[in-house]
Structures are given as structure tokens and as C-alpha cells.
């Protein structure tokens, strides 16, 4: 999957940092990057970066015993490369782990397992129940996500045709053209899509079992993994992380 994605070059801009002249941080700091744009896992509110991932990466590499740098926002498709670049040190996004990304950077232990959903205005009469169905749709996605991956397989499949691909910046975007009418679907994980149908006019047709797992990123030279590791073991045995679950899922 994400084959477009990683070839993507690093350029667009953070919402509490930009990369121009950012440096991940030191032995003693490690420095978090995100794609705010993937409630609840992560997205901003007045201005500040919350969510799942951003509470629990906190948590994370404070029991791990480092400091916590300022939050990066950048695109998805960036993250990767930007880790590699050294400009961040960690990855928090709702990445999914999966084999073309290991080739890449490390992923800590899973900490949450996913599926995919496909959406679909709530009050239209597209109301598919399976993939069979999509064909001869538009259907969307955000880039260098799991659920491009579902349909770039749909298209090598001849399920649907490339035309009626249409690919975002993040689920935002491709949420409001769903609303809009410019799409009849969209392919995005089952928690975020969850959370769309609280707070917009769209509902869930039916799920992809993918059987995903997200993993936090890191480098492959970096030796903190170990750390991150024993810290969201440490978070489950002592319950911190059924509290973060009730908080940002519940």
C-alpha cells in the first residue's frame, strides 16, 4: 500500500511547528509528529493538537522518561520521511503497520487494532453492502492511508476504474465532498468513521475486515524504542490506557 504516498516530497507546514529549521530532539527529548486531521485520534481544537494518539504518546514517553517536544502537524504522506530526515523522532498518526513502512522505520508494540469503513451520505440512496457494489461510484480516500490501499486493490481488481478515484489531502476534505455530493463513498478507518457519523450527515454502509494494528513510528537507529515499548506495556498493566480509551472513544 501507499505507493503514491512515500514518494511525496516534505513541504507543507505544521500547525504548532513548521519543518523549516526543525531538528528532532535530543537523546534526553523526543520530538512527536502527527497528521492532525484524523479525529479521534488526533485533529485540532482551538488551535491546540488533541486527541488519542496525542494523549497517549505523551503518556508514553514520559513513562519511557523522556521529554516531550513541541507537537509537528504535517501532511500524512510526510511523516515518514520526515522521521528519516531526523526532523521529527516519532510518529503518532493512526499508522497502520504493515510491511512496504517496516522497510522504512520501526513500529512499537500495536496499540490499537482497526478495520475499514466505507461511508456514505446518510440520507442518499447509495447504500451499498459490499465492494462489488462501488463499481461505476467515486469514491475517495486520503492519501497514503490504508484505505487508498483498499481502493488501489479494488482498481487492480477492475472493481472500480481509476477515474473514479479521488484522493485527499486528509478525511476532512474527503468527508465534506461526501456531504457535498462529489463522492458516493469514502474508505477510512472504523473509529474515524465513527466519529464522522456523530458529527455529520453521513453513516456507515458496511465494514472491511483488514485486521489492522497501529503502531507508533520511530527510526530504525533509535535505540528509545525499547523504552516506548516497556512504557505502553507499563500503560495496560496499570490501566492508563483503558482510562485514554474512555476519555477519547467513549
Not at 479521534?40 to 481544537?45: D, S, V
Not at 462489488?132 to 490504508?146: I, K, M, N, P, S
Not at 455529520?200 to 516506548?228: C, H, K, N, P
Amino acid at each position: 500500500m501507499d505507493r503514491r504516498a512515500y514518494l511525496q516530497t516534505v513541504g507543507a507546514v505544521g500547525v504548532s511547528a513548521t519543518l523549516a529549521g526543525c531538528q528532532g530532539g535530543s537523546d534526553d527529548t523526543i520530538v512527536p509528529g502527527t497528521n492532525a486531521t484524523f479525529p479521534p485520534f488526533e485533529y485540532t481544537q482551538d488551535g491546540e493538537i488533541v486527541g488519542f494518539d496525542v494523549a497517549l504518546a505523551e503518556e508514553v514517553i514520559d513513562r519511557a522518561g523522556y521529554e516531550v517536544g513541541e507537537w509537528v502537524d504535517i501532511d500524512f504522506g510526510s511523516l515518514i520521511p520526515s522521521l528519516n530526515d531526523g526532523d521529527i523522532d516519532l510518529i503518532a498518526a493512526g499508522m497502520t503497520i504493515e510491511p512496504g513502512r517496516k522497510e522504512q522505520i520501526d513500529f512499537s508494540d500495536p496499540y490499537w487494532e482497526a478495520s475499514q469503513a466505507v461511508l456514505v451520505r446518510a440520507d442518499g440512496g447509495f447504500q451499498p453492502g459490499s465492494v462489488d457494489e462501488l463499481a461505476d461510484r467515486r469514491v475517495g480516500a486520503q492519501a497514503g492511508t490504508t484505505g487508498e490501499g483498499q481502493i488501489e486493490d479494488l482498481i487492480e481488481a477492475g472493481t472500480i476504474t481509476e477515474s473514479d478515484y479521488r484522493q485527499y489531502e486528509n478525511y476532512t476534505l474527503a468527508v465534506q465532498d461526501l456531504e457535498n455530493g462529489n463522492v458516493d463513498a469514502v474508505v477510512i478507518d472504523v473509529p474515524v468513521a465513527q466519529n464522522f457519523t456523530a458529527e455529520r450527515s453521513v453513516a456507515v454502509a458496511f465494514e472491511i475486515d483488514t485486521g489492522e494494528q497501529y503502531g507508533l513510528g520511530m527510526r530504525q537507529d533509535d535505540d528509545r524504542i525499547a523504552d516506548i515499548n516497556d512504557a505502553i506495556a507499563e500503560i495496560r498493566e496499570d490501566g492508563t490506557y483503558d482510562d485514554l480509551v474512555a476519555e477519547w472513544h467513549e
